[in-house]
């Protein structure tokens, strides 16, 4: 029942290697002398048949000892054979499985050349599940987090039936842990616990876990405590696990047990974290945590042998150097201290602690000048917790500049900022770093023209480093495997402590590389720079390390050695720990990050990053002016612009046109875009002859003309997919079964030759700072026949305009909003339930924490119920209330800076579809235009043949001042319609489609789901990195009409009430991105509110299309999922497994699968008990295997005969357009 590719592809390459077939690849060269390589025997080959990476960690070869191991070289030996016997003409697969059987042999070099073999000759390499484990499982050391996460996720999506799911969504719900994305962490360990196949912890082991993680949500920290200690107690825990809880359960001992005494809390803390680093010695962040432990008890000399020992191990830690300089600090030593606050924000240009402990040193050696510039890098931080302290300290340390005191005027004790980069340890640090470009003279993006200038905070080596890692230049390894150039520059950072596996693992990539360097460069998959440099690979089990990420190293520990406290030590307070600063879920702060200080997803900064050291840019114009706020403004202010229009009008509202991307699937759109793994993490990066570097995960081999883009994406959907869409379905059907799976189960509506979805990068070239607040498209409607005509239409849903304001269309119309207003509501339906969010009242454009210290992004909101008569209630005792304070105001336009945010009740969510209740409010929608009614013939959702709760019904809104939507894109990407009832106003804002990779960026970096967490986005970012954001009052009778995939958040500005729902414009756009969305809902286990496979088989049915970029779209759904479904019964009937007639009834909802929530489509699996009772908890075929490998408790109904699927599938057909 699951996918053997994998195994069919080692049987063939065994039959090839032992029968000859090497003669074959050798294109018929036969002058070499026969050499006597071992061949496999018919049981040999039966045996290797089956072994791919999937085995790794499992005992299953160490059953028979010698014997595997025997067999594994004999195979290993007769591989090799193959490949020098051909002399270049090799099948791919038998690199693949070379590299798994290095890797079971733990010879890691041997893999990873094998692997990178496989990958440069495989277009597909991204089909094969095995080899994507195999390579993350090896290199899961040398990824940032979220790289290791993104690659785990590929191979679910590409094989959701894969041997080691259960193995996958364990690793996934620990780093989720780890990320404090607790509810994907949760989802994850509900699916490694329902899975009954093997994996390396134990049912008691994970259950466990997952009470950890619902501890943590739940904050607490005693029973967290008890948890991790009784986990520690578990027989045969393996070390990494042991390290980590250890790790975990110490620090959180010293940061967040609120009863304890000091002397006890950190004796038992430095307890936990000396066992954790006996277990694993080569734990970077466990020796910081241990510093961190010592220096707060004063044992100066104790915290600086663990810092050192950090450094050692993880030498890219900011937070160790930082934490090394305050200890300089306090025992008075400025120079010392000095280079290592450079070396902190050297490693890390957004590192706020040190930026600010670094100010505070200048400023306490009278050095002002210096102090303001780090203070105002320390404020651009994301985890700047006093932004508004430090911007009064800024304005009085610019003023004592322009009346400076006499004292003033001695001569310095430390070094400028300008200067101290050059000083001897930060000088060792960036030779280090750019030690990699000695292989090639340094190149630099041409892009980046602008950074030649001079620039005074930085050192030559790291002006040439701008925009890019360490490696510097990347053609210098055009041709090496993306995550062997990670590895490489790690290697070579720490050559002198290295291990013999790694030496020989070096060796072998700087041979490759310089064989590579002898040859003209070809252009292929090369790895974004801002990826390098991110790990030591200590061996394929150190992804168990949780929060411990190992920094990359850029130092040798002399760096550290020359640095010796000589005095005794006092008391740290620059990076005490705050109470949140680590919970018992490992909680990532700038104290606690995984990776060179940083949250594992935060991107790597640029100068060209609205988060880069801002100082850095302003400088470029004055070098010598200090960065203070009137040389760049520290907000981007947006004002309300709209830009009225005729019905007829052209479009001109727009400063710059946005061309269209394919979110999911770049490559088939834009030659310079990527589906690359580091397009979620950073910007674009691009080479001196501006071709594209792309990342690890889904490269594209062969970018295409410039042109290319305009070429029609439905035409590159037939070209690209394997059956044509044109041949009738028993022809289609016939040539299913001749197809080859590929070695993958995988269930994607797009493109067979698909990588699977990757956001896009942000366009280009990016927008002038002086169209990021484009006017608002607004129409105001006159006369009752204008909204009914067809340019409005056609301008709303044009994709230029990414939100459209209509004014005056409820007095056109003459609709009667009263019908909507709270008093006749109460009247209507008093008991009526409604959703309620607690949020905090703010300004805005700011969302600032709780204790109103520093702007974040993440929402905060409680949730709860009540009825419409009682939140009615509720919203007139506000209203009084703000009548009282009227007199007030002046006094609280603060507040929210002191922390005193006022709670409010937002009413949301209230469902208005029953047409028993409001009749008379439905009615009144159908005055509305054709193109804007909840229901109508050329809307997408009115085919989907049931009812989806706000989507296809109306919603409403009760609001009160401060009311907030967050931040988000309408279910799969689908148009949304609002209306202002009244009598306040709304403020929005919005920013195009092709921007949400950016948003998503910004999320990641702030530890929140893009899809499922609440975000409020900071404008000052979103202005740095060139985002451009539309912001409008919707007044009372307004409509909004959002356009496809357009990202909005909305934010009441007076009391009153917003009615919604959401549209399907019969349009390929609409279809394309709504087909997109639903892919990437798939990779990030996310359900799709819309089921795109069965609204695609109702629209075959029930519409006619004549746009063929439509026609061809809908059409190859409809082949892959009745290829899918041909595929299924053969499996199933060949198995033996009966399927039982159901059908479907009127309006039955779409299915889901009750475990993983994938779109379930024809064949339902039910547990025989569900079935029984007729309450059918519907399984799919891979969850269902999973539970139960063959299917003995469930049963399958089929609710379509493939005859039907048939006829409707040649029943659709394009059918020519009327004029």
Known sequence: MKSCGVSLAARSVCGAAANGEEEKMASGKASEPKADFPKLTAQEKERLAGVDSSLFGFPKLQEDGARSKALLLKAVSCYEAVILKAEGKVNPEVFSQLGHFNLLLEDYPKALSAYQRYFNLQPDYWKNAAFLYGLVILLNSAFVMIGAIKAFQDVLYIDPGFSRAKEIHLRLGLMFKVNTDYESSMKHFHLALIDSTLCTLSKAEIVKLKALVSRSVQRKFRAAKEAYEQLLLTENLPPQVKATTLQQLGWMHHTVEPQADKGSKDGYAIQCLQKAVEIDPNSGQSWYYLGRCFSSIGKVQDAFISYRQSIDKSEASADTWCSIGVLYQQ???????????????????????????????????????????????????????????????????????????????????????????????????????????????????????????????????????????????????????????????????????????????LEQLEKQLSVMQQQKPVLCHVTDCHFLLKGLLKGPCSHWAGSNGEPASCTASSSASSLSPTSPQITPTHLSSPPHAATTSGVLTKDAAPSAGKSPNAPDHTPSQGLANHIQQKCRSDPGSPPTPDNRPLSAPLKEKTHSTTIDGTNNHRGSSFEKVNNVHPGLHRADATGSLPSLNSPPHYDNQGVTMTGMTSPLRVEPPAGAHKRSVSSRLAACSSVSI??????????????????????????????????????????????????????????????????????????????????????????????????????????????????????????????????????????????????????????????????????????????????????????????????????????????????????LLSHVGHTILGMNTVQLYMKVPGSRTPGHQENNNFCSVNINIGPGDCEWFAVPEPYWGVINNFCEKNNINFLMGSWWPNLEELYETNVPVYRFIQRPGDLVWLNTGTVHWVQAIGWCNNIAWNLGPLTAHQYKLAVERYEWNKLQSVKSIVPMIHLSWNMARNIKVSDRRLFEMIKYCLLRTLKQCQTQRDSLLAAGKELVWHGRSQNEPAHYCSVCEVEVFDLLFVTSESNSRKTYVVHCQDCACRGSPNLDNFVVLEQYRIADLMQVYDQFTLVSSTH
């Open 726 to 939: 044109h041949p009738s379905s028993s022809d289609v059907l016939k040539a299913c079964r001749n197809l080859s799976k590929n070695g993958l189960s995988m269930s994607s509506i797009l493109l067979d030759r698909c990588p699977p979805p990757r956001p896009p990068r942000a366009p280009s070239p990016p927008l002038p700072k002086d169209k990021l607040n484009p006017p608002t498209p607004s129409i105001y409607v006159g006369t009752n026949r204008t909204p009914s005509s067809p340019p409005l239409h056609q301008f709303c849903t044009n994709p230029a305009n990414p939100i459209t304001v209509i004014r005056g269309l409820a007095g056109a119309l003459k609709l009667d909003l009263g019908l909507f207003s709270t008093k006749t509501l109460v009247e209507a339906n008093p008991d009526h339930l409604v959703e309620v969010r607690t949020q905090l009242a703010q300004p805005t454009d700011e969302n600032w924490d709780p204790s109103g210290s520093r702007k974040m992004w993440r929402c905060e909101s409680s949730r709860s119920h009540t009825t419409i008569i009682k939140y009615a209630q509720y919203q007139a005792s506000s209203f009084q209330e703000s009548l009282r304070e009227e007199n007030e105001k002046k006094k609280d336009a603060t507040r929210h800076r002191k922390g005193s945010f006022k709670h409010i009740k937002f009413g949301t969510n209230i469902d208005l579809s029953d047409e028993k209740k409001w009749k008379l409010q439905l009615q009144e929608l159908s005055k509305l235009p054709a193109f804007s009614r909840v229901v109508s013939a050329g809307n």
């Open 331 to 505: 025992q008075n030593q400025p120079m010392d201290a000095l280079q290592a606050y450079i070396c902190a924000v050297q490693l890390d240009h957004s590192h706020s602690a040190a930026w600010m402990d670094l100010g505070t040193l200048y400023e306490s050696n009278a050095q002002p000048h210096d102090a303001i510039k780090c203070y105002v890098n320390a404020t651009r931080g994301k985890a700047c917790l006093n932004t508004s302290a430090l911007m009064q300290r800024i304005k009085l340390l610019q003023a004592q500049l322009c009346n400076p005191q006499p004292q003033q005027n001695k001569s310095k004790m430390l070094p400028s900022i300008e200067e101290a980069w050059s000083l001897p340890i930060p000088a060792e640090l960036t030779s280090r770093q750019e030690a990699l470009n000695a292989t090639q003279a340094p190149q630099v993006r041409s892009d980046q023209s602008a950074s030649n200038q001079t620039n005074p905070l930085t050192s030559p080596a790291k002006r040439q480093r701008t925009g890019t890692s360490a490696l510097g230049n990347c053609k210098s390894i055009i041709c090496i495997f993306p995550l062997m150039a990670q590895l490489l520059g790690h290697l070579r950072t720490n050559r002198a402590s290295l291990t013999p596996p790694q030496l020989q693992m």
